[in-house]
């Protein structure tokens, strides 16, 4: 597709139940990054892969978050255990190349209600 | 590490009049620094960027930003608001050219425009 595609646009889980969010980038784009949009929050950065390097982590609130690329395109953000405070908007976004100085592309987001 | 701060998570204009919605950042390289919108029920888009070329960035719909390296500023402006301008506003910041720099946002300004 021309954008960046997320699955599911909506969830709604119970707390405790695991949950995994897809991300197909814009076609050749090397850099991912993953977002989460709380309310008051702002955009919370996540986690960002770039190529084949080693996926910068940092952003990543507990080790119940996960995320992996595969071969160098789709991702997948993986939630387990999910709590009511992991209720957000999961953002992905995709940059031609890696580094801070590209223009990055938002998907629509997937909505993540915890009940 | 990079960082940026939004003053005023909600800023109230009246149609026809300056919108001015404040970013400062923090990088301890030279920065990339970003304005992006979110309209109502839309993805974000990009505003404009500033890559170290001119200080005074324009981007689209009437929108420009300066970049103040003494103040550690990136305010965003518009001479007269319009009422299609109500929307959520993220600053970001990128440091450093490698491809491993990644971009943080900051918390948001939503604007409103009063007829």
């Known amino acids: 597709g021309a954008g960046v595609s997320q699955s599911p646009s909506n969830k709604v889980t119970e707390k405790g139940k695991d949950v995994e969010l897809r991300c197909d980038p814009i076609?050749?784009?090397?850099?991912l990054y993953w977002y989460r949009q709380s309310l008051g929050q702002g955009l919370e950065f996540l986690i960002y892969?770039?190529?084949?390097?080693?996926?910068?982590k940092s952003g990543l609130p507990s080790d119940r978050f996960s995320a992996e690329r595969t071969g160098g395109s789709v991702s997948t953000l993986t939630i387990q255990r999910t709590q009511q405070e992991d209720s957000a908007v999961y953002l992905c976004a995709s940059s031609p190349r890696g580094g801070a100085g590209n223009t990055i592309y938002f998907g629509e987001g997937s909505w993540l209600t915890v009940v | 590490a990079q960082s940026v701060t939004q003053l005023g998570s909600h800023v109230s204009v009246s149609e026809g009049a300056l919108v001015l919605l404040r970013c400062n950042y923090s990088?301890?390289?030279?920065?990339?620094l970003f304005w992006y919108v979110q309209y109502p029920n839309q993805g974000l888009q990009l505003l404009l960027k500033?890559?170290?070329?001119?200080?005074l960035v324009k981007g689209i719909n009437g929108f420009e930003a300066e970049f103040k390296k003494s103040e550690t500023s990136f305010h965003l402006t518009k001479p007269s608001a319009h009422m299609s301008d109500a929307a959520e506003y993220f600053c970001a910041v990128g440091g450093g050219r490698s491809s491993a720099s990644k971009i943080i946002f900051g918390s948001g300004t939503r604007l409103s425009i009063r007829p």
């Open positions: 076609s050749g784009h090397t850099a």
């Open positions: 990088s301890s390289v030279p920065p990339y």
């Open positions: 500033y890559t170290s070329a001119a200080t």
């Open positions: 892969f770039q190529g084949n390097s080693a996926p910068d």
